[in-house]
């Protein structure tokens, strides 16, 4: 009789044991992926961000939140910090980010600052299409795994690669890498998916090569994406792949709030959200930013902008006519690229002004050339940045013709003064150091630094005129 009992009750027992097993089994469990994308060093709203992250780490047990890479270059209290780049690193440490993708800016500061930034952030950096040249084991890791509650999570990344094979950062800091197709390099990854719960690309290759990596990726659950500053407003479905990006400077909060059954995603809840609408209560947070941006040096007024300056010719012209203000220089390029802001406002103008507009420390490198080799670099530069202006011009302005052919004879050259450029003489040409080691062009001189920065000039130039005004100014044309 108790033999009887102890099996009816031993039995009951395994039996509601087993029942509760597999309510648990088939229970949804979610998992939140926060992303901040192309931070560019804007870390004025990081209070803001804490807010909405921490809101939802009490609303979730199970929350990653991660960074689409270009954490850095963009403003002066960060990229000009003592320790350059630590400010961002340490705020994205307090808000507790748990991976970042390399974005191309991430090279900015050259590989020995980098390397330090990332010893010191408590999250790692990820990049698959990463070399060491020599073959052996860099700092960034190709894909990190996440275990939640008994979820796993894998989340891979990959950087942008320009038209010279390499990110879009000065060539010198990229020495001793080798670099792949992002794309190409992930699909190497496919099978990661069979040891995980959910498979994540946190990417920094822009909006159309995600698109790209989802239609030939599908065991991707989400992508995570940077560096083309899309704002993903619905996110975008690809071959059952979602796509997201913040835009940019820290203003939105991509959300993905990914459902699983049995340890398998069924389903997937997208928002973006405005970090505007939330309130920064953070102490820690607010004492960092008034400590960072306690710059008396960068608070300096240099001059005055009697009319707000606008747009690449605008704020281009000013930067080309401070390189020609070197009395060595008679003409100076600068790519659009490198204008890093849309406008200066009228009125006082301050050193951190100028390093928002130009944060990347490149040098004027000083070229003897023909008008053949210009023609030659503004040709190649019109035809790589997909056949529109990409460079703006003090000491000359020029035309293309489109109608001329697609060559170097489409390309006019004018002195200020309307006359045509003869080709028999070779002209004094300064170029910031970025353009003199990544663009395309002819030059039989290999040109010589002068040893000083263009942001460097600028501010000087600025400070010499105290007064300045630039209103609808063009010198670079297409027809």
């Not at 992250?53 to 990653?64: A, E, G, H, K």
């Not at 900015?108 to 990820?126: C, S, T, V």
Request: glycine share 8%; net charge neutral; with cysteine.
């Amino acid at each position: 009789m108790k033999r009887t009992i102890f099996i009816l009750f031993f039995f009951s027992i395994w039996s509601i044991t087993y029942a509760q097993t597999s309510a648990n089994k088939n229970d949804t469990i979610k998992l939140v992926v926060l992303a901040v994308n192309d931070q560019h060093a804007k870390i004025d709203n990081y209070g803001q961000l804490k807010a909405a992250v921490d809101q939802i780490r009490s609303q979730y047990d199970n929350v990653l939140l991660l960074s689409g890479g270009d954490n850095f270059t963009g403003n002066p209290v960060v990229d000009q910090y003592s320790d350059k780049g630590y400010p961002i690193i340490d705020l994205m440490n307090i808000v507790g980010f748990n991976a970042s993708a390399v974005g191309n800016h991430e090279f900015d500061y050259g590989q020995e600052i980098l390397n330090k930034r990332m010893e010191q952030a408590k999250f790692p950096f990820l990049s698959a299409n990463i070399k060491n040249q020599d073959g052996t084991k860099n700092a960034f890791k190709p894909y990190n795994d996440f275990e939640l509650n008994g979820l796993k999570v894998t989340v891979i990344g990959a950087i942008q690669l320009g038209n010279a094979g390499l990110p879009d950062s000065h060539p010198s800091n990229l020495k001793g890498l080798s670099f792949k197709d992002g794309v190409d390099e992930l699909l190497n990854y496919k099978n990661l998916k069979e040891n995980c719960n959910v498979f994540i690309a946190l990417t920094h290759i822009g909006f159309e090569e995600d698109v790209r990596l989802a239609e030939q990726m599908p065991e991707l659950d989400l992508i995570m994406g940077g560096h083309t500053h899309t704002l993903t407003k619905p996110s975008h479905n690809v071959n059952g792949v979602y796509i997201m990006q913040s835009g940019s400077n820290v203003r939105n909060l991509s959300k993905a709030i990914i459902s699983l059954v049995n340890g398998k995603v069924v389903k997937i809840n997208t928002e973006m959200l405005n970090l505007a609408d939330f309130k920064s209560t953070d102490r820690i947070i607010e004492e960092k930013l008034a400590y960072y941006n306690d710059n008396k040096e960068l608070n300096q007024i240099i001059g005055t902008s009697l009319v707000p300056i606008k747009g690449s010719d605008e704020l281009g012209s000013l930067m080309t006519d401070a390189v020609t203000s070197l009395p060595e220089v008679e003409v100076a390029f600068q790519n659009n690229g490198g204008i890093r802001i849309d406008a200066l406002a009228k009125g006082p103008i301050t050193v951190k002004d100028i390093y928002k507009l130009d944060p990347f420390g490149n040098e004027i490198i000083l070229f003897r050339m023909s008008p053949k080799e210009i023609k030659s670099l503004i040709f190649n530069a019109y035809k790589d940045a997909g056949d529109e202006i990409d460079l703006q011009v003090s000491g000359l302005t020029y035309t293309i013709n489109s109608h001329k052919g697609y060559s170097l004879n489409s390309v006019e050259l004018k002195w200020p003064n309307g006359k045509k450029i003869k080709q028999c003489k070779k002209i004094n040409v300064g170029l910031n150091s970025y353009i003199a080691s990544s663009y395309k062009f002819d030059h039989e001189d290999s040109g010589r630094s002068l040893f000083v920065t263009t942001a460097e000039i600028l501010i000087q130039y600025i400070k010499d005129k105290k007064e300045i005004e630039y209103n609808n100014i063009r010198r670079a044309f297409k027809k």
